[in-house]
């Protein structure tokens, strides 16, 4: 994405945990695709992201949703994706209006998952896991075995264990290991006026 990109989907998303902190109308996503280009770019394609939201002071999770498949514009999704961070992610309560300012906003846009054959292949800080097991599925991006500090084994058992599997059963021949990419960024850390 272009940095011009990058900034309007920042700045969409913005728009977005404020309208749904205060209990607001949605902005509308044709709003960040109005002006010349961009109606072409990025934002216009059909694309899968993850929205997190983190605390300023400290950077401390407080909501992260997404979806590995791509079924509207990348504008839509980061408003469907940024309302449902802020408002529906059962690990926290929901964002009130009085938080928007404290909250650094961070964007993940994905590739598509590929099935991974060998997990030696898997590259730590580049790929992001996707474990499938009978009707389970956990997902972790690539950020976050880097923030962590993980090795590649380490990687594939927190992702089984997100999916609420035993962490070794990435290893079963049953389980489907699928990779992607992401392009992430986001707001600065420092205060917000």
């Not at 929205?51 to 514009?73: D, S």
Request: hydrophobic letters at 40%; glycine letters at 8%; aromatic letters at 4%.
């Amino acid at each position: 994405m272009s940095p011009e990109e990058r900034e309007r989907a920042l700045r969409l998303a913005r728009r977005t945990l404020i309208a749904s902190s205060r209990h607001e109308p949605l902005p509308a996503p044709a709003d960040a695709l109005a002006e010349g280009a961009l109606a072409e770019g990025t934002l216009a394609e059909p694309r899968a992201c993850f929205v997190t939201l983190r605390l300023r002071e400290g950077g401390a999770l407080r909501g992260c949703i997404g979806t590995l498949e791509p079924h509207a514009p990348l504008a839509e999704t980061i408003v469907q994706m940024t309302h449902a961070a802020a408002m529906r992610d059962s690990r926290f309560r929901s964002v009130e209006a009085w938080e928007p300012p404290g909250l650094r906003i961070e964007i993940s846009v994905l590739t598509p998952s590929v099935p991974l054959e060998d997990p030696r292949a898997l590259i730590v800080g580049e790929h992001g896991l996707v474990v499938r097991y009978g009707e389970r599925r956990g997902l972790l991006l690539p950020q976050v075995a880097q923030e962590q500090g993980w090795d590649r084994e380490t990687f594939l058992a927190e992702t089984c264990r997100k999916a609420g599997l035993d962490p070794q059963r990435w290893r079963d021949p049953e389980t489907k290991i699928e990779v992607f990419r992401a392009e992430c960024f986001g707001e600065e850390a420092g205060p917000r006026a």
